[in-house]
C-alpha cells in the first residue's frame, strides 16, 4: 500500500486543517487507516484510526471533540478533520495503514501498522 498524506500548513490556534491520505496498490476497502503525529523531540503518538468494514472511529482524548477521521471509499483517501486547533497540535502528521484487520487494543500502536506516509507538517502558532 502507498500511502501519500496532504493538507497541512499554518494555522492560528482556533482554527481549522483537513488532511487527506491518498491510499494505492491494494482494494482500498481491505485497509485499515489510522493517523499519528511526532512533534519535536517526542515519540510518534497515535491521533485516530477507523478500521475496513468500520463506521465506529478511534480517537486520542487529547483530540476527542475537536478531530474526526473518515474514509472516501470512492476516492480510496482517508482524512483527518481538525477543529479548533491548538498550540499542542504542532507536529509533523503522518497516515499509516494496515491490511489485516488489527484488534481494538493495538489500534493506538504505532507498531500495529505496516505502511506509512511521507508526512505533513502542521504548525499552529499566532
Known amino acids: 500500500v502507498q500511502l501519500q498524506a496532504s493538507g497541512g500548513g499554518l494555522v492560528q490556534p482556533g482554527g481549522s486543517l483537513r488532511l487527506s491520505c491518498s491510499a494505492s496498490g491494494r482494494d482500498f476497502s481491505l485497509v485499515n487507516m489510522a493517523w499519528f503525529r511526532q512533534a519535536p523531540g517526542k515519540e510518534r503518538m497515535f491521533v485516530a484510526a477507523?478500521?475496513?468494514?468500520?463506521?465506529?472511529?478511534y480517537l486520542a482524548d487529547s483530540v476527542k471533540g475537536r478531530f474526526t477521521i473518515s474514509r472516501d471509499m470512492a476516492q480510496n483517501m482517508a482524512h483527518l478533520q481538525m477543529n479548533n486547533l491548538k498550540l499542542e497540535d504542532t507536529a509533523v502528521y503522518y497516515c499509516?495503514?494496515?491490511?489485516?484487520?488489527?484488534?481494538?487494543?493495538?489500534?493506538?500502536?504505532?507498531?500495529?501498522?505496516?505502511?506509512w506516509g511521507q508526512g505533513t507538517q502542521v504548525t499552529v502558532s499566532s
Open positions: 477507523i478500521r475496513r468494514g468500520d463506521t465506529y472511529t
Open positions: 499509516a495503514a494496515k491490511t489485516n484487520r488489527p484488534i481494538t487494543s493495538a489500534l493506538r500502536s504505532a507498531d500495529t501498522y505496516d505502511y
